[in-house]
């Protein structure tokens, strides 16, 4: 619980530099013996971040222990969200839940197989998991944090998750020609061109898009949502523009481009219907997902150490980074997923007391 308080003082909201979290990690990785590496990048905005790579061992680690520095924002109205809480067997916090829990139980399990381990053995903090898996994608791009086996830190209420699907993104821009709206037929709307096409979306979305299913998610087919909309100058402006944020979420087995190439086939059909018409695509993220098979020893091991059958979720996760790194990954950890990102997230004591407890139970069974 002391680790807890601590990672929760901190604030690591993804909009800010982790470097402090990181750093007070590193110190802890240290005292436990192990050899640490930072790799450093700055985001979008310039400001700069880092992942900590901590091994003990020579080799290939059997296993690595995975959880995400950063955390969602918190309303100014939280006023104690910095400081953990025990309340009615639940400690509150931001980031208590999502994923400070686990990286605390990670810590506690290192502390406990200190010098004990005959197999080498990975911690792995990431940055910016929350604004898109980014610090996953820069270890997987310069070929860091390898491993056998991974368990990532997700609040999963300590059931053992084997596959996620992907997380996709892009922008539709739909143009128009502007002009006065007391003469219509002076210009176009984008609007009303965006609306044919989202009617095309939209049955796209409820017919074909289902026609594939994996049975072991719910709901068994891909998904498609048109998040935002907007486009328009003024109430007399016939809008010359809109744009539409597409997001679409594949199953383990389907392309992440899959989605585009259909979203291209509706545009070519909005043509046809109206050779005016002209909008284009643009991809922003494309995250596949991953499927580890239900007899892997880390999720059969996890299975057997949790007493919950293994399972499936529909949200993205850095399960798809450490496959393509070579990993067998599970997803696992304290807490509830429902509680997390909320005014008032809390893990409960004795589900992370009962994660650590199983984490040094895996680190020992596959470093041992």
């Not at 594939?212 to 010359?240: E, R, W, Y």
């Not at 892997?296 to 996890?302: P, Y």
């Not at 990954?329 to 407890?357: K, Y």
């Amino acid at each position: 619980m002391a680790l807890l308080r601590e990672l929760v003082a901190i604030d690591s909201t993804s909009t800010r530099t982790n470097l402090p979290m990181i750093e007070a990690l590193e110190r802890h990785l240290v005292a436990r013996g192990f050899s640490t590496e930072v790799q450093r990048y700055r985001d979008e905005s310039g400001v700069e971040k880092a992942n900590l790579i901590g091994v003990v061992g020579e080799g290939l680690p059997e296993l690595a222990l995975v959880g995400h520095s950063d955390c969602v924002p918190f309303d100014p109205s939280w006023t104690d969200a910095l400081t953990l809480i025990e309340r009615d067997g639940k400690l509150f916090g931001r980031g208590a839940c999502d994923t400070k829990a686990f990286i605390a139980c990670a810590l506690t399990a290192a502390q406990n197989t200190q010098g004990q381990l005959k197999k080498p053995f990975m911690v792995l903090f990431t940055a910016d998991e929350e604004l898109g898996c980014v610090g996953a994608k820069k270890l997987l791009e310069a070929g860091k944090g390898k491993t056998r086996r991974a368990i990532i830190g997700e609040p999963t209420s300590l059931r053992p998750i084997r596959a996620n699907k992907g997380y996709c993104l892009a922008e539709i821009e739909v143009e128009g020609k502007e002009g006065h709206s007391a003469y219509p037929d002076s210009g176009a709307s984008a609007i009303f061109r965006g609306a044919r096409l989202l009617t095309k979306l939209e049955q796209y979305a409820q017919g074909p898009l289902r026609a594939q299913t994996h049975p072991d998610f719910a709901p068994a087919f891909s998904t498609l949502n048109v998040g935002m909309a907007s486009g328009g100058k003024a109430k007399n402006i016939i809008p010359g523009q809109m744009r539409l944020t597409l997001e679409w979420r594949p199953l383990p087995n389907q392309t992440t481009e899959f989605v585009l190439r259909a979203v291209e086939r509706l545009i070519d059909e909005c043509r046809a219907e109206e050779p005016g018409f002209a909008a284009s695509v643009r991809p922003i993220r494309m995250d596949r997902g991953y499927d580890t098979p239900a007899d892997a020893d880390v999720v059969t091991f996890l299975e057997k150490a949790s007493g919950k059958n293994t399972q499936t979720v529909s949200f993205g996760t850095e399960g798809p980074q450490l496959a393509a790194m070579g990993a067998v990954p599970v997803v696992f950890g304290p807490g509830d997923i429902t509680v997390a990102h909320q005014t008032g997230e809390f893990v409960p004591v004795d589900e992370l007391e009962r994660a650590a407890q199983i984490l040094e139970a895996a680190v020992r069974h596959f470093c041992g």
